[in-house]
């Protein structure tokens, strides 16, 4: 790739991308094969060697000290001292330099915790850049974002870009990638097949690239949405540990054989519906109805036997256990249903049996269902949990960001897989940062903002735009 | 000449205490000067836990086991215990020495009752001997019990305390709270009131069983030593094995006096914690495990409970420290009233 | 595909203890030349011992405490819990039980068997007082349990007074709860011939807690629940695992557990708790579960090497080594087996994953073969 451009980096889940970026940022060593810089061959042995030849990652998820300031995050590891003393004020100095020359600035005194994502991605950007790189990796970044903080963040990856910065960027989201991208390189199951420019491809070949095959047509569906309350929630007030309102008088329901979508940026309350629905937090005030039977003082797992299927939004803290092999995730959270439990004791033969057929099903690419969860791709893993969630026919599916890092391939699976149960009467409460995804699969969406639903949206409507903008408050999407 | 005396006796005591705690079957060196015999005979001894260089009792029968190495000629076998050990392991340990064919064998502390207890009968030619305990003999007449009367020495010195004390406050710390350091309390209090009715004394353990770190720690010897000062007392006795280091330091500090335990602690002490230890209640395991290494090699093994009193100079109170010399007219003659009778010295509280 | 998986498993899980056993030896031998000793003569004088059936009685004998004192911690282990009380948990419950076994009478069978149940009840009981810590008021477990070790010493030492719970041994230094009558006593097995010294009838207690153990958390919902809280409690808890229940059962468990701890000894060779009854076992526990990984069968290998150093070291001071070397050869092994494990699991892990990768791969050209029919 050249200098001073943006080259992005496109691919299924388990294509290689990952395993990719890491080689470059010296966490894995290559079995073969040499990588240039500046026509030189260099060794990277380990992310040390690799900052110092000016190589800088933006990890998917933030690697962010919470209640560290601005200034401390981004000088942590590289703290500049001065006679054994840290040297706070040339580091301030030097940060505001870096903010104004790339268009990046944070106040240096803010606590990380007070920041938005927006914020907190740049942060991160910071960090790199403070340490010298001229290569920056970033692995997924507008994951998180909200439409208008995309902008930004484009804006100021072109700033990076004029300054003779190179950037590498992955991403699933294809639109994006040809927005900003001069070059995409486009890898499947370890090898690079292409490597196109933006302009020559529209999103769906690219898309097909990806997946080496055509996609399937999303949309156009009949409603299937009947009248049978399977969720209900009335006035659901939570507060946290000092009483603040974390969730504020949420009224909801959800019928069968309908999709509910959740609209709203991220930390605005959402994460805290889904546990008080699930049982993992207790409200301070409201009722959460399932069916006809008042369930708010029931405990996570009297719902998830009464037919409550849940696909967490962190899959790697709540959705499984790394390090047990696929067919033990295959029993969580159905550990006290058949096929995985007779009477007190496991059946082990039963879970194993259905973990076949879930990994047959749902195309969980695996060599074997006896592999621990951490080895399977991200991608992968998700599939296994949606599998494991639709498995038991519940009534009621919770979805946090379904397809969250999940392939176009296996994203059109999940939605197909979506659909079907809705239609056989699954209800289902979404919640996702994919607006496209929200806006496709929902037959009612609401926006969330500082944990009170704000606005209501139809679907068939509004547009992504509508939606982020009611999402910050600035104004309705047709309420 | 005493004095020089007296620093090459601490020297030597000195040099015993920070000897290795492994064990040595250097077959004794030929005594230099006095003439000794080559002795046939095999002494086993099994410490308790801490062994050679507890600065304890165990080293009070290590020092009786060396004298009798260099002036008998004996040969000898030293084990030590295991902090944790079951009595299975102790068993162990005294069958090994009796397969050996080491006799006698000498247990050091009342934790190989049971232990010897087991044992003993099955090796009825070997002579076992324990030291602090002395329910064994009756059935085992291969057992000799070394006991001592620890309440009669520990009378004396509280005579000698309460004689000294200024404040009518004085101290007893002991190591750990079990019945045979009560008795040292008991012979201490009896002792000091029948010098002064009206004494105040505190009193303290520095650990309950089955922790038994109270023997072996200055740092907590100090802080109760330290307490009793500040609340007056300007006397204290410690019966504490290694955690009476401790007390010598807070009586140093607090400029008060502090007695001594087991082997005479002046000599063994640094400079400047002798003028503070008034005297020491001898108890003297080492003339104990001496006394009945020479009767085997006597061919006259001593049999039955054998109790180093008074009487026998078993135990009594040293009179190094010149300090003590204006007491001592009073306690030797409590001493002689506990001899011929006339005193009965408690040995419970 | 599987076959090489095994093959290979097989070899990973061998290679740690193997590692680690190696390294320890060189440590030790190290130490040993350092202090002047011959590492060879020093390790066949303990392997001699072997030979000898009372050492294979004490072996055996201090194994099955040794045993169910780690199983006692590894039951807290998998749902990562910190049970440090084992210790005072084991020595509270034997004392209380040899007390109550002591006091009464009853016939033989349903002597011992309340013997035994006093001391599970009270082992339960004490570290039930950490859970419930845990659970209501956040209090770290490991916190807890240390400190509940100091009061169970001071309560035991309380009550052991003649008195109160003790009665004097005539003529001794030591004191002791009531001499348990020959109903409430195990009877020793003559499993090893060559020696009078019977094997604790305990240790079948010890085998049948071992199987429990395994049946429990490999076998029962109960016992996936706690794996799962160990594994991740997040997830645990969006499986619908009831977190603070768990930690009151779980620690109710081990603590039942360790009350057993004490109880070969007491009703197989003591009879009676007294100043002498051995403490520190429950620390003992720890470094086994260790050394074990929380697994039954790596738990009794672990148990048995404890057991052999512990009851060997004898022998290496009649030779003039110092016995002590036994116990840096016992603190050395639990960390190369420690760090051996995390590096043979660290290996595992890359080689899955390229396993994974790499089978991926076949399957792909394969199906490519196959013209696409998976």
Known sequence: ?????????????????????????????????????????????????????????????????????????????????????????????????????????????????????????????????????????????????????????????????????SIIFISHKLDEVRRVADDITVIRRGTTVATVKPADVNSRQLAELMVGSELPTPETRESTVTDVDVLVVKGLTLHDSVGRDLLTDISLAVHSGEVVGIAGVEGN?????????????????????????????????????????????????????????????????????????RGILLDRKGAKADTQRIVDEFDVRTPSIDVLASALSGGNQQKLIVGREMSGDPRLLIASHPTRGVDVGAQSDIWDHLRAARAAGLAVLLISADLDELIGLSDAIVVMLRGELVATADPATVTPEQLGSAMTGAGGAGA | MKIATMLAAGALALAACSSSTSGTTTTSPAPAGSASAKSDVKVGLAYDIGGRGDQSFNDAAARGLDQAKTELGVEVKELEATAGETDAQKEERLTTLAEAGYSPIIAVGFAYATSLGAVAPKFPKTTFAIVDDASLSEKNPNVT????????????????????????????????????????????????????????????????????????????????????????????????????????????????????????????????????????????????????????????????????????DGVGFSTSNDAVTPYTAKADELKAQIISGAITVPDKM | MIGRFSIRGVALSVAAPLLAIVFALTVTSLVLLATGNAPLGAFSTMLAQLEKPRIQVNILNSATTYYLSAIAVAIGFRMKLFNIGVDGQYRLAAMLAAAVGGAIALPPVFHVATIILVAMFVGALWAGIAAVLKVTRGISEVISTIMLNFIATGIVAYLLAPGRLAVEITG?????????????????L???????????????????????????????????????????????????????????????????VAGLVGMPQLLGDSYTYGLDFPTGLGFTGIAIALLGRNNPIGIAFGALLWSFLDNTSNSLEFDNVPKQTVLIMQGVIVLSVVIAYELVRRYRIRMVASDVGRQLDAELVTTAAQGGSA
């Open chain 1, 1 to 165: 790739m050249k200098r001073g451009s943006v080259h992005a980096i496109v691919g299924e889940n388990g294509a290689g991308k990952s395993t990719l970026m890491k080689i470059l940022y010296g966490m894995y060593r290559p079995d073969s094969g040499e990588i240039f810089i500046d026509g030189e061959p260099i060794t990277l042995s380990s992310p040390a060697v690799a900052i110092e030849l000016g190589i800088g990652m933006v990890h998917q998820h933030f690697q962010l000290a919470d209640n560290f300031t601005v200034l401390e995050n981004v000088v942590l590891g590289s703290e500049p001292t001065k006679g054994g003393r840290l040297d706070f004020a040339l580091a301030r100095q030097r940060i505001g330099d870096l903010g104004r020359q790339y268009g990046l600035e944070v106040d240096p005194d803010a606590l990380v915790e007070d920041l938005g994502v927006g914020d907190r991605q740049r942060v991160e950007i910071l960090k790199v850049l403070y340490r010298g790189a001229t290569t920056i990796i970033l692995d997924e970044p507008t994951a998180v974002l909200v439409p208008q903080e995309v902008d930004e963040l484009f804006g100021a990856l072109l700033e990076l870009k004029q300054q003779g910065l």
């Open chain 3, 172 to 188: 001794s230094n030591n004191i002791g709860t009531k001499v348990i009558p020959e109903s409430g006593r195990v009877p020793g």
């Open chain 3, 190 to 256: 003559p499993i090893i011939p060559g020696t009078p010294n019977l094997v604790f009838g305990m240790i079948i207690m010890a085998i049948i807690v071992g199987v429990g153990y395994w049946f429990v958390i490999n076998r029962t919902r109960f016992g996936f629940d706690l794996r799962a809280t160990g594994a991740s409690e997040t997830a645990a808890v969006a499986s619908g695992v009831n977190v603070k229940k768990m930690i009151i059962v779980t620690m109710l468990l081990s603590g039942a």
């Open chain 1, 269 to 341: 309350g959402q994460a805290e519906l889904v546990e008080a629905i699930m049982g993992m937090r207790t409200p301070t005030a409201g009722e959460i109805h399932l069916g006809s039977d008042d369930i708010t003082t029931w405990s996570t797992r009297q719902r998830r036997e009464a037919g409550v299927a849940y696909i967490p939004e962190d899959r790697t803290r709540h959705g499984l256990l790394q390090d047990s092999p696929l067919w033990e995730n295959r029993m969580l959270g159905h550990q006290t249903q058949p096929p995985n439990a």
């Open chain 2, 145 to 312: 019990s070394l006991v001592f009367a620890e309440n009669q020495g520990s009378y004396l010195v509280g005579a000698i305390a309460a004689q000294a004390s200024k404040t009518g406050n004085i101290g007893f710390i002991g190591g750990v709270n079990v019945p045979l350091i009560q008795k040292f309390q008991a012979g201490f209090e009896a002792g000091a009131k029948s010098v002064n009715p009206n004494i105040k004394i505190q009193a303290k353990y520095l650990t309950e069983p089955p922790d038994f770190s109270g023997f072996g720690d200055p740092q907590k010897g100090q802080v109760a030593a330290d307490g009793m000062y500040q609340a007056g007392a300007d006397v204290v006795y410690h019966a504490a094995g290694g955690s009476g280091g401790g007390v010598f330091k807070a009586a140093v500090a607090a400029n008060k006096l502090a007695i001594g335990v087991d082997s005479d602690q002046y000599l063994t002490a640094p400079a400047d914690q002798k003028p503070v230890i008034l005297t020491s209640m001898l108890k003297r395991v080492d003339v104990a495990v001496y006394d009945m290494v020479k009767s085997s090699v006597d061919k006259a093994p001593l049999t039955g409970v054998q109790t180093f009193d008074l009487a026998k």
